[in-house]
């Protein structure tokens, strides 16, 4: 299976910082990567798909970016609400797997 | 709006069984391929099975091959998970998901049910 690494595992920031999250495959992967976001207690939500590009309703803040092995989740102005843990996925080869998360906290 | 409700999470022994169920709304459920996807007590995502829209496919993650069965009734608009010989590693929440088109990309889950494994 490919492994899906993500760093940091968690960090804190503040209301309106650029913040930057990393996933890397084990191997390539193309575009095929996924990003969701998790609230304690809730169901996760997709954000980003085909590494790119934002799902219906996201805010124009979140950007994803990469190919092959190395991929970025960008949120360029953090808000309140953006507080949570962050999820990679790849589908390119079955079975798909994620990352183990990113965990953002407030400063 | 797409909603998927999932239920059936219980306390049960190991070695034991349960079956859980996922019901889904608002959208044409017999179109979508659609998962289940596990998250152990803080730990991070895991996918388990998923199923073609009209059943006649279907895949497990190695972990459960033998011990779990994915299965669907397109007329209830309802998604099962069989789950036998549970382990304590069986612990954990339970999503489904629906997947986007043919892709293997979740845009939509549900809230999730607790199955835990404990004597």
């Known amino acids: 299976a490919i492994r899906m690494t993500q760093s940091p595992s968690s960090f804190s920031a503040s209301t309106g910082d650029r913040v930057t999250i990393t996933c890397r495959a084990s191997q390539g992967i193309s575009s095929s990567l996924a990003w969701y976001q998790q609230k304690p207690g809730k169901a996760p939500k997709l954000l980003i798909y085909d590494a790119s590009t934002l799902q219906s309703g996201v805010p124009s803040r979140f950007s994803g970016s990469g190919s092959g092995t190395d991929f970025t989740l960008t949120i360029s102005y953090l808000q309140s609400e953006d507080f949570a843990t962050y999820y990679c996925?790849?589908?390119?080869?079955?079975?798909?797997?994620f990352g183990g998360g990113t965990k953002v906290e407030i400063k | 709006e797409v909603q998927l409700v999932e239920s059936g999470g219980d306390l049960v022994q190991p070695g034991g069984s349960l079956r859980l169920s996922c019901v889904a709304s608002g959208f044409t459920f017999s179109s979508h391929w659609i998962s289940w996807v596990r998250q152990a007590p803080g730990k991070g995502l895991e996918w388990v099975a998923s199923?073609?829209?009209?059943?006649?496919?279907?895949h497990y993650v190695d972990s459960v091959k033998g011990r779990f069965t994915i299965s669907r009734d397109n007329a209830e608009n309802s998604l099962y998970l069989q789950m036998n010989s549970l382990g304590a590693e069986d612990t954990a929440v339970y999503y489904c998901?629906?997947?986007?088109?043919?892709?293997?990309?979740?845009?939509?889950w549900g809230r999730g049910t607790l199955v835990t494994v404990s004597s």
């Open positions: 996925q790849q589908y390119n080869a079955y079975p798909v797997t």
């Open positions: 199923i073609r829209p009209d059943g006649s496919e279907k």
């Open positions: 998901a629906r997947l986007k088109g043919w892709t293997t990309i979740y845009d939509y």
